[in-house]
Protein backbone atom coordinates (compact mmCIF):
# COMPACT_ATOMS: atom_id res chain seq x y z
CA UNK A 1 0.00 0.00 0.00
CA UNK A 2 1.37 3.33 -1.06
CA UNK A 3 2.36 5.52 2.24
CA UNK A 4 1.51 9.42 3.10
CA UNK A 5 3.86 12.07 2.41
CA UNK A 6 5.51 15.05 4.25
CA UNK A 7 4.41 18.55 2.54
CA UNK A 8 4.73 22.17 3.63
CA UNK A 9 2.86 25.45 3.08
CA UNK A 10 3.98 28.67 5.14
CA UNK A 11 2.04 29.93 8.15
CA UNK A 12 -0.96 32.15 6.83
CA UNK A 13 -0.63 34.90 9.50
CA UNK A 14 2.32 37.39 10.82
CA UNK A 15 0.25 40.03 13.60
CA UNK A 16 1.82 43.63 13.71
CA UNK A 17 2.48 46.33 15.94
CA UNK A 18 -0.69 49.10 15.92
CA UNK A 19 -0.51 52.30 17.39
CA UNK A 20 1.90 51.39 20.39
CA UNK A 21 -0.37 48.28 21.12
CA UNK A 22 2.32 45.19 21.41
CA UNK A 23 0.51 42.42 19.04
CA UNK A 24 2.23 38.80 19.42
CA UNK A 25 4.05 37.84 16.71
CA UNK A 26 4.23 34.51 14.84
CA UNK A 27 7.56 33.79 12.78
CA UNK A 28 6.31 32.61 9.63
CA UNK A 29 6.72 28.57 10.48
CA UNK A 30 5.45 26.00 8.30
CA UNK A 31 3.01 24.15 8.29
CA UNK A 32 2.99 20.04 7.14
CA UNK A 33 0.61 18.77 5.32
CA UNK A 34 0.76 15.16 5.22
CA UNK A 35 -0.71 13.64 1.29
CA UNK A 36 -2.55 10.61 1.58
CA UNK A 37 -2.56 8.10 -1.42
CA UNK A 38 -6.12 8.06 -3.49
CA UNK A 39 -7.48 4.65 -3.51
CA UNK A 40 -10.58 3.44 -4.46
CA UNK A 41 -10.82 0.77 -1.62
CA UNK A 42 -9.42 2.38 1.24
CA UNK A 43 -11.16 4.45 4.19
CA UNK A 44 -9.04 7.60 3.61
CA UNK A 45 -9.78 8.72 6.93
CA UNK A 46 -8.24 5.89 8.59
CA UNK A 47 -5.22 6.25 6.43
CA UNK A 48 -4.93 9.11 7.89
CA UNK A 49 -5.00 8.50 11.26
CA UNK A 50 -2.84 5.98 11.37
CA UNK A 51 -0.53 8.43 9.63
CA UNK A 52 -1.14 10.75 11.90
CA UNK A 53 -0.40 8.72 15.28
CA UNK A 54 3.20 6.73 13.29
CA UNK A 55 3.99 10.75 13.11
CA UNK A 56 2.95 12.00 16.57
CA UNK A 57 4.19 8.84 18.76
CA UNK A 58 2.33 6.88 21.27
CA UNK A 59 3.50 9.12 23.96
CA UNK A 60 1.24 12.39 23.25
CA UNK A 61 -1.29 12.92 25.79
CA UNK A 62 -3.15 15.49 23.39
CA UNK A 63 -5.94 14.81 21.35
CA UNK A 64 -5.46 15.28 17.69
CA UNK A 65 -7.91 17.39 15.40
CA UNK A 66 -7.32 15.82 11.98
CA UNK A 67 -7.78 18.68 9.13
CA UNK A 68 -8.11 17.21 5.24
CA UNK A 69 -7.69 20.65 3.38
CA UNK A 70 -8.54 18.38 0.24
CA UNK A 71 -11.59 17.97 1.26
CA UNK A 72 -12.08 21.84 2.13
CA UNK A 73 -11.51 22.12 -1.58
CA UNK A 74 -13.46 19.68 -2.83
CA UNK A 75 -16.43 20.91 -0.69
CA UNK A 76 -16.19 24.19 -2.57
CA UNK A 77 -16.39 22.89 -6.16
CA UNK A 78 -19.20 21.09 -4.88
CA UNK A 79 -20.88 24.53 -3.95
CA UNK A 80 -19.85 26.38 -7.18
CA UNK A 81 -21.51 23.24 -8.92
CA UNK A 82 -24.61 23.29 -7.35
CA UNK A 83 -24.79 27.36 -6.46
CA UNK A 84 -22.87 29.06 -8.96
CA UNK A 85 -24.69 32.20 -8.20
CA UNK A 86 -24.26 32.66 -4.93
CA UNK A 87 -20.65 33.82 -3.75
CA UNK A 88 -19.75 31.78 -0.28
CA UNK A 89 -18.71 34.04 2.98
CA UNK A 90 -17.34 31.77 5.03
CA UNK A 91 -18.54 31.82 8.91
CA UNK A 92 -15.52 32.04 10.64
CA UNK A 93 -16.59 31.46 14.02
CA UNK A 94 -17.33 27.65 12.68
CA UNK A 95 -13.46 26.60 12.77
CA UNK A 96 -11.02 29.90 12.34
CA UNK A 97 -8.09 27.82 11.11
CA UNK A 98 -6.13 29.91 9.02
CA UNK A 99 -5.05 27.34 6.60
CA UNK A 100 -8.71 27.14 5.93
CA UNK A 101 -9.64 30.48 5.69
CA UNK A 102 -6.24 30.95 3.05
CA UNK A 103 -7.52 28.30 1.19
CA UNK A 104 -11.18 29.18 1.08
CA UNK A 105 -9.82 32.66 0.26
CA UNK A 106 -7.36 31.42 -3.18
CA UNK A 107 -10.67 29.72 -4.62
CA UNK A 108 -12.73 32.73 -4.05
CA UNK A 109 -14.44 32.97 -1.13
CA UNK A 110 -15.19 35.90 1.33
CA UNK A 111 -15.96 35.76 4.84
CA UNK A 112 -18.60 36.21 7.13
CA UNK A 113 -17.27 37.83 10.58
CA UNK A 114 -18.95 38.62 13.16
CA UNK A 115 -16.58 39.97 15.59
CA UNK A 116 -13.81 42.48 14.91
CA UNK A 117 -11.13 39.92 16.04
CA UNK A 118 -12.60 37.85 13.41
CA UNK A 119 -12.33 40.78 10.71
CA UNK A 120 -9.01 41.15 12.15
CA UNK A 121 -8.04 37.26 10.97
CA UNK A 122 -9.85 37.49 7.86
CA UNK A 123 -7.70 40.94 6.60
CA UNK A 124 -4.70 39.16 7.69
CA UNK A 125 -4.54 36.29 5.79
CA UNK A 126 -5.55 38.27 2.55
CA UNK A 127 -9.08 39.03 1.85
CA UNK A 128 -9.81 42.36 0.92
CA UNK A 129 -12.39 44.95 3.30
CA UNK A 130 -15.13 44.06 0.13
CA UNK A 131 -14.47 40.37 0.91
CA UNK A 132 -16.05 40.68 4.03
CA UNK A 133 -20.05 41.23 5.95
CA UNK A 134 -19.64 41.75 8.95
CA UNK A 135 -23.20 39.65 10.32
CA UNK A 136 -23.54 40.12 13.98
CA UNK A 137 -26.51 42.60 13.89
CA UNK A 138 -26.08 43.22 17.54
CA UNK A 139 -22.16 44.80 17.74
CA UNK A 140 -20.49 46.66 20.66
CA UNK A 141 -19.56 50.49 19.23
CA UNK A 142 -15.47 49.46 19.28
CA UNK A 143 -16.32 46.98 16.76
CA UNK A 144 -18.30 49.34 14.41
CA UNK A 145 -15.34 51.57 14.55
CA UNK A 146 -13.01 49.02 13.90
CA UNK A 147 -15.15 47.74 11.10
CA UNK A 148 -14.95 51.87 9.73
CA UNK A 149 -11.45 51.84 10.01
CA UNK A 150 -10.68 48.80 8.13
CA UNK A 151 -12.97 49.79 5.03
CA UNK A 152 -15.81 46.87 6.10
CA UNK A 153 -18.70 48.24 5.20
CA UNK A 154 -21.16 45.91 4.62
CA UNK A 155 -23.04 44.81 7.85
CA UNK A 156 -26.32 43.25 9.62
CA UNK A 157 -29.17 44.80 12.11
CA UNK A 158 -32.03 43.77 12.96
CA UNK A 159 -33.31 46.63 15.29
CA UNK A 160 -33.70 50.61 15.65
CA UNK A 161 -31.22 50.55 17.95
CA UNK A 162 -28.63 49.45 16.34
CA UNK A 163 -29.56 51.92 13.36
CA UNK A 164 -29.11 54.69 15.70
CA UNK A 165 -25.62 53.15 16.90
CA UNK A 166 -24.18 52.46 13.21
CA UNK A 167 -25.88 56.27 12.55
CA UNK A 168 -23.33 57.69 14.77
CA UNK A 169 -20.34 55.74 15.11
CA UNK A 170 -20.11 54.47 10.52
CA UNK A 171 -22.96 56.40 9.11
CA UNK A 172 -21.24 55.32 5.16
CA UNK A 173 -21.97 51.86 6.13
CA UNK A 174 -23.98 49.74 3.82
CA UNK A 175 -26.73 47.82 5.81
CA UNK A 176 -28.34 44.66 5.68
CA UNK A 177 -31.59 44.25 7.26
CA UNK A 178 -31.56 40.71 8.63
CA UNK A 179 -35.17 39.53 9.24
CA UNK A 180 -36.61 36.52 11.43
CA UNK A 181 -37.19 32.95 9.78
CA UNK A 182 -38.80 29.93 10.96
CA UNK A 183 -36.36 27.70 12.24
CA UNK A 184 -37.62 25.21 14.57
CA UNK A 185 -36.39 22.38 12.75
CA UNK A 186 -33.11 23.25 12.80
CA UNK A 187 -30.01 22.10 14.28
CA UNK A 188 -29.35 25.60 15.97
CA UNK A 189 -32.45 28.10 16.04
CA UNK A 190 -31.41 31.64 15.84
CA UNK A 191 -34.93 33.12 15.26
CA UNK A 192 -35.24 33.88 19.08
CA UNK A 193 -32.77 35.90 19.19
CA UNK A 194 -31.95 37.66 15.68
CA UNK A 195 -34.15 39.15 12.91
CA UNK A 196 -36.83 41.64 12.53
CA UNK A 197 -40.66 40.57 11.96
CA UNK A 198 -42.75 41.24 9.66
CA UNK A 199 -44.71 44.45 11.45
CA UNK A 200 -41.61 45.58 12.03
CA UNK A 201 -40.06 45.49 8.60
CA UNK A 202 -41.56 49.42 7.43
CA UNK A 203 -40.62 51.31 10.56
CA UNK A 204 -36.79 49.85 10.48
CA UNK A 205 -36.77 50.55 6.55
CA UNK A 206 -38.10 54.25 7.23
CA UNK A 207 -36.25 54.98 10.18
CA UNK A 208 -33.06 53.94 7.99
CA UNK A 209 -34.05 56.87 5.63
CA UNK A 210 -34.74 58.97 7.88
CA UNK A 211 -31.09 58.59 9.26
CA UNK A 212 -29.86 59.38 6.29
CA UNK A 213 -28.14 55.67 5.96
CA UNK A 214 -27.53 53.37 3.02
CA UNK A 215 -29.81 50.44 3.43
CA UNK A 216 -28.41 48.01 0.65
CA UNK A 217 -30.39 44.66 1.01
CA UNK A 218 -31.39 42.19 3.20
CA UNK A 219 -30.33 38.95 4.87
CA UNK A 220 -31.46 36.12 7.03
CA UNK A 221 -30.92 32.88 8.62
CA UNK A 222 -32.59 30.10 8.65
CA UNK A 223 -31.00 28.42 11.58
CA UNK A 224 -27.48 26.35 11.75
CA UNK A 225 -27.59 22.78 10.17
CA UNK A 226 -30.89 23.28 8.72
CA UNK A 227 -33.26 20.22 8.34
CA UNK A 228 -36.01 21.74 5.90
CA UNK A 229 -35.47 22.95 2.54
CA UNK A 230 -38.34 24.97 1.91
CA UNK A 231 -37.61 27.31 4.87
CA UNK A 232 -34.95 29.20 2.37
CA UNK A 233 -38.47 29.40 0.38
CA UNK A 234 -40.24 30.90 2.78
CA UNK A 235 -36.82 33.36 3.65
CA UNK A 236 -36.26 34.27 0.09
CA UNK A 237 -40.61 35.08 -0.22
CA UNK A 238 -39.90 37.59 2.92
CA UNK A 239 -36.26 39.13 1.34
CA UNK A 240 -38.48 39.98 -1.93
CA UNK A 241 -40.95 42.22 0.25
CA UNK A 242 -38.45 44.07 1.87
CA UNK A 243 -36.35 44.54 -0.99
CA UNK A 244 -39.64 46.06 -2.42
CA UNK A 245 -40.23 48.57 0.61
CA UNK A 246 -36.44 49.21 0.35
CA UNK A 247 -36.91 50.54 -3.43
CA UNK A 248 -39.92 52.54 -2.21
CA UNK A 249 -38.15 54.53 0.22
CA UNK A 250 -35.66 55.30 -2.95
CA UNK A 251 -32.74 52.73 -1.47
CA UNK A 252 -30.68 50.55 -4.12
CA UNK A 253 -31.11 47.35 -2.64
CA UNK A 254 -28.33 45.30 -4.24
CA UNK A 255 -27.17 42.50 -1.81
CA UNK A 256 -29.34 39.45 -0.85
CA UNK A 257 -27.63 37.73 1.87
CA UNK A 258 -29.07 34.02 2.10
CA UNK A 259 -26.94 32.74 5.46
CA UNK A 260 -26.03 29.76 6.44
CA UNK A 261 -27.69 26.67 7.74
CA UNK A 262 -26.45 24.29 4.89
CA UNK A 263 -25.30 20.77 6.24
CA UNK A 264 -21.89 19.50 6.76
CA UNK A 265 -22.82 16.20 5.68
CA UNK A 266 -25.43 14.22 3.61
CA UNK A 267 -27.96 12.64 5.22
CA UNK A 268 -31.51 10.40 4.35
CA UNK A 269 -33.24 13.41 5.96
CA UNK A 270 -31.28 16.49 3.92
CA UNK A 271 -28.68 16.72 1.44
CA UNK A 272 -26.61 19.84 0.63
CA UNK A 273 -28.14 19.74 -3.54
CA UNK A 274 -31.91 19.07 -2.17
CA UNK A 275 -31.41 22.73 -0.59
CA UNK A 276 -29.64 24.49 -2.99
CA UNK A 277 -31.97 23.20 -5.77
CA UNK A 278 -35.18 25.23 -3.71
CA UNK A 279 -32.55 27.73 -3.58
CA UNK A 280 -32.03 27.96 -7.13
CA UNK A 281 -35.63 27.68 -8.28
CA UNK A 282 -36.45 30.64 -5.85
CA UNK A 283 -33.47 33.21 -7.05
CA UNK A 284 -34.98 32.53 -10.80
CA UNK A 285 -38.34 32.99 -10.12
CA UNK A 286 -37.76 36.04 -7.11
CA UNK A 287 -34.54 38.01 -8.34
CA UNK A 288 -34.04 37.00 -11.43
CA UNK A 289 -31.21 38.35 -13.25
CA UNK A 290 -33.00 40.44 -15.86
CA UNK A 291 -35.15 41.86 -13.09
CA UNK A 292 -32.00 42.41 -10.67
CA UNK A 293 -29.06 42.63 -12.98
CA UNK A 294 -26.74 44.05 -10.67
CA UNK A 295 -27.91 42.15 -7.53
CA UNK A 296 -24.93 40.35 -5.01
CA UNK A 297 -26.22 36.83 -3.77
CA UNK A 298 -24.16 35.72 -0.99
CA UNK A 299 -24.01 33.37 1.42
CA UNK A 300 -22.43 32.22 5.19
CA UNK A 301 -21.85 28.54 5.36
CA UNK A 302 -19.92 27.30 7.72
CA UNK A 303 -20.15 23.41 8.73
CA UNK A 304 -20.58 23.21 4.89
CA UNK A 305 -17.21 23.53 4.49
CA UNK A 306 -15.51 22.06 7.38
CA UNK A 307 -17.83 19.53 8.88
CA UNK A 308 -16.41 16.53 7.42
CA UNK A 309 -12.76 18.13 7.13
CA UNK A 310 -12.53 17.22 10.72
CA UNK A 311 -11.43 13.88 12.65
CA UNK A 312 -10.97 13.85 15.87
CA UNK A 313 -8.05 11.11 17.15
CA UNK A 314 -8.48 10.67 21.37
CA UNK A 315 -6.52 8.73 23.47
CA UNK A 316 -7.46 6.49 26.82
CA UNK A 317 -5.98 8.01 29.26
CA UNK A 318 -7.99 6.10 32.39
CA UNK A 319 -10.01 3.24 32.70
CA UNK A 320 -11.90 1.69 35.92
CA UNK A 321 -14.98 -0.82 35.80
CA UNK A 322 -18.60 -0.91 37.37
CA UNK A 323 -18.96 -2.91 40.30
CA UNK A 324 -21.54 -5.86 39.49
CA UNK A 325 -21.79 -8.93 40.35
CA UNK A 326 -20.96 -11.93 37.65
CA UNK A 327 -20.83 -15.21 37.30
CA UNK A 328 -17.38 -17.08 37.55
CA UNK A 329 -15.05 -16.26 34.76
CA UNK A 330 -15.71 -12.82 34.05
CA UNK A 331 -13.66 -10.31 32.66
CA UNK A 332 -9.99 -10.77 34.28
CA UNK A 333 -8.66 -7.43 34.36
CA UNK A 334 -12.24 -6.56 36.37
CA UNK A 335 -12.35 -10.57 37.67
CA UNK A 336 -15.40 -10.64 40.13
CA UNK A 337 -16.77 -7.51 38.48
CA UNK A 338 -19.18 -7.08 35.02
CA UNK A 339 -17.57 -5.98 32.11
CA UNK A 340 -19.06 -2.25 32.27
CA UNK A 341 -16.31 0.14 31.74
CA UNK A 342 -15.78 3.53 32.53
CA UNK A 343 -13.18 5.56 29.91
CA UNK A 344 -11.72 8.88 30.28
CA UNK A 345 -10.46 10.41 27.67
CA UNK A 346 -7.82 13.28 27.02
CA UNK A 347 -10.64 15.57 25.57
CA UNK A 348 -13.88 16.37 26.37
CA UNK A 349 -16.59 18.54 26.97
CA UNK A 350 -14.63 21.41 27.83
CA UNK A 351 -12.73 21.11 25.09
CA UNK A 352 -13.76 19.38 21.38
CA UNK A 353 -16.84 17.85 22.40
CA UNK A 354 -18.18 20.89 23.30
CA UNK A 355 -20.30 20.29 20.11
CA UNK A 356 -22.32 18.04 22.42
CA UNK A 357 -23.72 20.99 23.84
CA UNK A 358 -23.42 23.56 22.10
CA UNK A 359 -24.24 22.19 18.45
CA UNK A 360 -26.54 19.56 19.91
CA UNK A 361 -24.33 16.90 17.68
CA UNK A 362 -23.95 13.11 17.73
CA UNK A 363 -21.12 11.54 18.31
CA UNK A 364 -19.69 8.25 17.35
CA UNK A 365 -16.39 6.60 18.67
CA UNK A 366 -14.43 3.96 16.21
CA UNK A 367 -11.77 2.17 17.54
CA UNK A 368 -8.52 2.59 15.94
CA UNK A 369 -7.98 -0.69 15.85
CA UNK A 370 -9.80 -4.00 14.49
CA UNK A 371 -12.41 -4.40 16.64
CA UNK A 372 -15.12 -6.06 13.95
CA UNK A 373 -14.55 -9.88 15.94
CA UNK A 374 -14.52 -8.25 19.22
CA UNK A 375 -17.02 -9.16 21.99
CA UNK A 376 -19.25 -5.12 22.78
CA UNK A 377 -19.58 -4.17 26.36
CA UNK A 378 -21.56 -1.81 28.10
CA UNK A 379 -19.40 1.87 28.62
CA UNK A 380 -19.51 5.18 29.33
CA UNK A 381 -16.98 8.00 27.86
CA UNK A 382 -15.78 10.77 30.20
CA UNK A 383 -13.58 13.64 29.49
CA UNK A 384 -9.92 14.34 31.32
CA UNK A 385 -11.31 17.47 33.24
CA UNK A 386 -12.46 16.74 37.24
CA UNK A 387 -16.12 17.90 36.56
CA UNK A 388 -18.49 15.15 36.73
CA UNK A 389 -20.53 16.71 34.08
CA UNK A 390 -17.77 16.18 31.37
CA UNK A 391 -19.66 13.40 29.42
CA UNK A 392 -19.30 12.78 26.25
CA UNK A 393 -21.50 9.83 26.12
CA UNK A 394 -23.67 8.29 29.33
CA UNK A 395 -23.90 4.31 27.86
CA UNK A 396 -22.47 2.51 24.83
CA UNK A 397 -21.72 -1.05 23.56
CA UNK A 398 -18.15 -1.05 22.55
CA UNK A 399 -15.22 -3.12 22.30
CA UNK A 400 -12.95 -3.20 25.25
CA UNK A 401 -10.49 -0.62 25.65
CA UNK A 402 -7.36 -0.67 27.56
CA UNK A 403 -5.12 2.70 28.67
CA UNK A 404 -3.56 4.10 25.84
CA UNK A 405 -5.94 2.97 22.83
CA UNK A 406 -6.77 5.41 20.48
CA UNK A 407 -10.58 6.02 19.28
CA UNK A 408 -10.98 7.83 16.00
CA UNK A 409 -14.07 10.52 15.94
CA UNK A 410 -15.23 11.96 12.37
CA UNK A 411 -16.99 15.02 11.37
CA UNK A 412 -15.94 17.03 13.81
CA UNK A 413 -14.51 19.81 11.57
CA UNK A 414 -17.38 22.13 13.11
CA UNK A 415 -17.93 23.94 16.22
CA UNK A 416 -15.14 22.08 18.26
CA UNK A 417 -11.94 23.60 18.27
CA UNK A 418 -13.40 26.72 17.72
CA UNK A 419 -15.07 26.91 21.31
CA UNK A 420 -12.49 24.58 23.06
CA UNK A 421 -11.00 25.67 26.54
CA UNK A 422 -8.21 25.03 28.52
CA UNK A 423 -10.45 24.36 31.65
CA UNK A 424 -8.51 22.25 34.71
CA UNK A 425 -5.29 22.96 32.58
CA UNK A 426 -6.01 20.54 30.09
CA UNK A 427 -4.10 21.45 26.54
CA UNK A 428 -6.71 21.80 23.22
CA UNK A 429 -6.44 19.39 20.64
CA UNK A 430 -3.82 20.06 18.07
CA UNK A 431 -3.89 20.38 14.62
CA UNK A 432 -2.77 17.57 12.38
CA UNK A 433 -3.16 18.54 8.55
CA UNK A 434 -3.53 15.79 5.40
CA UNK A 435 -5.17 15.53 2.12
CA UNK A 436 -5.62 13.51 -0.61
CA UNK A 437 -2.86 13.05 -3.20
CA UNK A 438 -3.47 15.30 -6.19
CA UNK A 439 -6.36 17.25 -4.73
CA UNK A 440 -4.71 20.00 -3.34
CA UNK A 441 -3.17 20.42 -6.98
CA UNK A 442 0.36 22.18 -5.98
CA UNK A 443 -0.92 24.35 -3.10
CA UNK A 444 1.88 22.63 -0.81
CA UNK A 445 5.81 21.60 -2.27
CA UNK A 446 6.93 18.58 -0.70
CA UNK A 447 9.74 19.27 1.91
CA UNK A 448 10.51 15.42 2.67
CA UNK A 449 11.21 12.45 1.28
CA UNK A 450 10.73 11.00 4.05
CA UNK A 451 7.67 8.67 4.41
CA UNK A 452 5.16 7.79 6.95
CA UNK A 453 4.04 4.16 6.89
CA UNK A 454 0.08 3.80 6.50
Given amino acids: MPSPVVATTPDLIADKKRKGTRMRTRSSRAADVTFVPKTVSDDVVRLAATAALAQLG ?141 DEWPALVGLAAELGLQLSGVSFHVGSGCKEPGAFERALSDAREVFALGAEKGF ?47 AEPGRFFVCAAGALLTKVIAKACVSAPVAEGGNTECSALATTFRYYLNDGLYGSFNCVLYDHAEVVPETCKDSADLELHKCCIFGPTCDGFDMIIKEINFPELQEGDWLLWRDMGAYTSAAGSRFN ?30
Avoid at 86 to 112: M, S, T, W
Wanted: glycine share 6%; with cysteine; aromatic share 8%.
Fill in 58 to 198: DDIDESALMLDLGQVTKKYEEWTTHLSRVRPHYAVKCNPDKNILKLLREQGAGFDCATMNEIHLALSIGAAPSDIVFSHPCKPRSHIRYAKEKGVRLMSFDNAVELRKVAIEFKEARLLLRLVCEDAHAQCPMSMKFGAAR
Fill in 252 to 298: YMEVLDIGGGFPGVDTDEVSFGSIAKVIDVQLDELFSKSAFPGLRVI
Fill in 425 to 454: GFPLARTWYYAEEGVLKGRFRSRTSERVCA
